[in-house]
């Protein structure tokens, strides 16, 4: 077996927690930049300037969340690879995943920047902060091939159970853009623009750094053959399409409370933008989970440690449970000093105060969906991601949505948001056990005959 596949042995709970923990620093390393950018913003005294980065913010969400799903693609298969000790394989599908993963991100890209306008129309901007907003994602949404190639590398490292150097990526990336933010929004005055080539300037640190450790520790990519690539196009997209159509569901559901939350002013728009800054600040462990467990899932099912595959899968749960209880404490304390970070004042300070009481407890239910998506795209079932994803986005979130924006106004829409998860968390939870029960039945497909026959020999060796 690889020396690679480092999680078929010792504690599930505590490879979770390291592969999150790590992770989440590398997130949060770029949330929190995107958190002070918001916190500058304010300084700035402009409340169209807020409200911009919220209507830009989702929409950026839309082009980040293709990233995801491709990202997911390339984990999956990576793990799955090195898990059955092919690592030959698991070289040639990063390579392949990676080259689709720009290619297609291009064109994404391509179609989101010609649309800015009708996508910045559709979220409820207008005026000035239409215009705000459309010059900001003019900036950066060309970019995301850059952050394709730092998303994709990345997991590849955590498929190799390397969270620390992925972690790092996006560390020097959220460095980059800490640095420049304060000196090219205000030393240069750039304002808006500013905040955008600061995180144009990170997201092509974070490729770079993500590349560097693959090819130094890992053998790097295979050279791409247009054989290789066209018998890994349907692999990459079994995972991927589904994947992509799964996080699509995510900002889709938020453009659509995004623009609920327009019909009560700028000044609850703002107070939407900043909770949207605080939550991945706060929860980024829990974001970081569904990508940190998907490798200690997918090795184990590789090996046919199905025992282990079901441990990864319970220790997920407790520890997103722990990890929500901690931080949303914490949130509840610090509830003052945030609001106060931000001037947040009327309106904007209800909707912050909100968030950071009992609001904050219901992301467990979040983050059961996200343990679940990580069970059905590793273990052959990805489609199930998507209808759980799109049905939390649409019938989880506009009918709750509209139901108590009715009755308490804009503190409803977050209400209504938060309240609509919670069956399709449990959902996500009951049918990631059947998964797992249904896979103990079957036989991984694309298996190489070695491995198999590796484990056969090791239980006549047990039971000798």
């Known amino acids: 077996m690889s020396e690679q596949a480092k999680f078929l042995e010792g504690s599930l709970f505590r490879h979770i927690t390291v592969m999150s923990l790590t992770a989440s620093v590398g997130l949060m390393a770029v949330f929190v930049v995107d958190f002070v950018d918001m916190i500058f913003i304010s300084m700035l005294g402009k409340a169209e300037l807020a409200a911009a980065v919220g209507y830009a913010g989702a929409i950026l969400f839309f082009t980040t969340s293709f990233g995801i799903g491709m990202a997911i693609a390339a984990g999956a298969l990576v793990a799955r690879a090195l898990g059955a000790g092919d690592d030959v394989k698991a070289r040639q599908q990063s390579s392949h995943a990676m080259i689709y993963a720009i290619v297609f991100a291009s064109l994404f890209a391509f179609l989101v920047w010609l649309n800015l306008a009708t996508l910045a129309v559709l979220m409820g901007a207008k005026g000035e902060t239409l215009d705000l907003a459309v010059g900001y994602l003019s900036i950066i949404v060309p970019s995301l091939p850059l952050l394709m190639v730092g998303m994709i590398g990345g997991a590849i490292l955590r498929a190799h159970g390397d969270a620390r150097r992925a972690m790092m990526a996006t560390v020097w990336g959220g460095l980059v853009n800490a640095v420049l933010d304060p000196i090219l929004i205000f030393g240069l005055d750039w304002e808006l623009s500013g ?188 489609f199930y991601s998507t209808w759980i994803n799109w049905g939390r986005h649409t019938l989880g979130t506009i009918p709750p949505v509209i139901l108590f924006a009715a009755w308490f106004g804009a503190p409803g829409v977050l209400i209504g948001q938060a309240l609509g998860g919670v069956l399709f968390g449990l959902l996500a939870w009951w049918m990631a056990l059947r998964v797992m029960a249904k896979a103990e039945t079957m036989e991984l497909p694309d298996q190489p005959r070695f491995a198999r026959q590796s484990r056969l020999m090791s239980l006549l060796h047990l039971r000798r």
Not at 284 to 291: E, Q, W
């Open 195 to 382: 905040a955008a080539w600061a995180s144009v300037a990170a997201r092509a640190t974070i490729g770079i750094t993500a590349l560097i450790p693959i090819y130094r520790h890992y053998g790097g990519l295979e050279k791409p053959e247009f054989s290789g690539l066209k018998d890994d196009l349907r692999p990459v997209l079994v995972i991927a399409v589904p994947a992509i159509l799964t996080q699509l569901a995510t900002p889709i559901g938020q453009a659509y409370v995004t623009r609920a939350m327009a019909a009560y002013g700028e000044g609850a728009v703002a107070g939407m933008a900043i909770v949207a800054r605080i939550t991945p600040v706060a929860f980024g462990v829990i974001f970081a989970l569904s990508g940190a467990i998907g490798p200690v899932i997918g090795q184990n099912y590789g090996a046919g440690k199905h025992d282990r595959v079901r441990g990864a899968f319970r220790d997920g749960v407790i520890f997103t449970a722990a990890v929500v209880v901690l931080i949303s404490a914490l949130l509840f304390l610090l509830r003052g000093p945030i609001a106060a970070l931000f001037d947040a004042t009327g309106l904007t300070l209800t909707l912050v105060y909100l968030f950071c009481g009992p609001l904050a407890l219901m992301f467990f239910f979040n983050g059961l969906i996200f343990v679940g998506n990580s069970a059905f795209n590793n273990l052959g079932h990805p």
